[in-house]
Every structure is written in C-alpha cells, then in structure tokens.
C-alpha cells in the first residue's frame, strides 16, 4: 500500500470516531431536552431557573462512564459506594422548594456525584457542599472544578453538624433520608430561610420544608420519596 493510502485509512478511521462522539453528544442533548419537557415542565416544574439549569448542566459528567448512556433515565442511579445520583425530578422538585432567586447562599449535605451541587451552584450565590464518603467528595470535586464551578465550597464529614462558619444559610437541602431534622441545620438557617429534607423510616421518607420564622419554623410535608439514609451523630447509625 501507498503512504497515501495508509493515511486516509488512518484518516477516515479518525473521522468515523469523531463522527460517533459527535453523535453521542446530540444525542444526550436531545436527551437532556426531552427530560426539562417530560420529566420536569410536564410534571409541574415552575421555576425557569431550576428548568433552565438542568437544561444546560451536563448530567453525563456526574454519572459513572458504565452508566453514561443512562443519564437522562428517569430515576435513581448507582454512583459507587453504595450511594446514588437522585432521580432528576427530584433534584428539579427540592431545588424549587428553596425559591432562589439568585443571592442565597446555600449548604447541601450529601455532594454524592455534585450533579445537585451544580444545579444549586448555578442558580445560588454560593453553595458550601458536604460529603462523608472521601472517593465521592474527592470525585464530586474534581468534576465541579473541571465544569468551571467556582462558587462552590466543599467539605468532608458529618453533615449533620452543618457548617458553623459559613452560617447562617438562606437554604439547606439533605440529600438523604433522615429520622428528624437535625438541630444544628435548623439552627443554621437564616431568617426566612428553608430546609429542604426528607423525613421517615430508612426505607420511605417524606419531603419536608422547614421555614424559618424567627425563632420558629413552619413545617410542611409534600410527596412520599426514597433516598439513601443519612448517617452521621444526628441522624442514622452506620448499620
Ligand atoms: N446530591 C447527590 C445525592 C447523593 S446520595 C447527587 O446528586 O448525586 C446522598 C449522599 O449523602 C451520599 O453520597 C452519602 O454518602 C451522603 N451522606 C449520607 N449521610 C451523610 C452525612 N451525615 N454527611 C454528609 N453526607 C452524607
């Protein structure tokens, strides 16, 4: 064979893979697309800035490289460590529950992929973010950090000890299921400020939204849901 035609062997080769990736990624845009209109709008999604986040954000970087292709799947996904990346519903309906507007300064406990971090990180002022799991913290940052987020704090340990320094919070959202809603957050929240959390046993919770009003709360409680407990010194023992 002819050098010349090595080289357009190697050079279609090159064009058939760059055709596949470009593909793919219309693929998951048309994808991301239809999860804002069927999954979200269609649901009752409201709140542009939640609909216009999720329309934008990228959930393929959050989700491990074996479940790529299932980004845009309308549940729960495995992350490693037996946690997970919750169903983007979920996400959308406890972003929305928060009312940001766009100056909040918010604390998240349970970063897990940092898929929730990024969507609150893109609407709030600034999140503060904490993990207990270090292979997951370790990954949600680098992934954060690699899509440019830079108002983002992150941190390793007990959640349910908040985050004293940075307080008070205008929102604080638990990505897990809890049995109460653990003091220090409800201490840590500003006046007029939300906890988003969902409250039962270890297999089924419901999503419960404290407000703030001086020294008391309003409580109320929306659907039933399924998360992964939350394990620290106010929640959940380890086993
Ligand atoms: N928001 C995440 C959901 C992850 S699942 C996402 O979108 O991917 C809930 C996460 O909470 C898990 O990663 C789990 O390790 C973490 N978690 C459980 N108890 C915790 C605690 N006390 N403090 C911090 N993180 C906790």
């Known amino acids: 064979m002819t050098h010349l035609g090595v080289w357009n062997i190697i050079y279609s080769e090159g064009t058939k893979k760059m055709n596949a990736i470009s593909n793919e990624v219309e693929k998951l845009e048309r994808q991301r697309a239809d999860m804002v209109q069927y999954q979200l709008r269609d649901r009752g999604i409201r709140d542009e800035r939640v609909l216009e986040a999720m329309g934008r954000i990228r959930r393929e970087e959050f989700t491990p490289p074996s479940t790529r292709r299932l980004a845009y799947y309308d549940g729960a996904l495995p992350i490693g460590e037996g946690q997970t990346i919750s169903q983007p519903y979920m996400v959308a309906s406890m972003t929305s529950e928060l009312h940001l507007a766009g100056d909040e300064k918010v604390l998240e406990i349970g970063t897990g992929s940092g898929y929730q971090t990024a969507v609150l990180a893109s609407i709030a002022k600034s999140v503060y973010t904490i993990e207990r799991i270090r292979e997951l913290?370790?990954?949600?940052?680098?992934?954060?950090?690699?899509?440019?987020?830079?108002?983002?704090?992150?941190?390793?340990?007990?959640?349910?000890?908040?985050?004293?320094?940075?307080?008070?919070?205008?929102?604080?959202?638990?990505?897990?299921g809890a049995p109460r809603a653990p003091e220090k957050l409800m201490n840590q929240l500003a006046d007029g400020g939300r906890l988003v959390i969902p409250i039962g046993d270890r297999r089924s919770q419901s999503l419960t939204i404290f407000t703030r009003k001086g020294k008391t709360f309003e409580c109320r409680e929306t659907f039933l849901c399924t998360f992964v407990p939350l394990i620290g010194d106010d929640a959940w023992e380890s086993n």
């Not at 950090?145 to 941190?155: C, E, P, T, W, Y």
């Open 137 to 176: 913290h370790s990954k949600a940052v680098l992934t954060l950090i690699d899509l440019g987020f830079r108002n983002v704090s992150a941190r390793l340990g007990d959640g349910t000890q908040g985050w004293e320094e940075a307080m008070p919070f205008d929102g604080i959202i638990v990505t897990a």
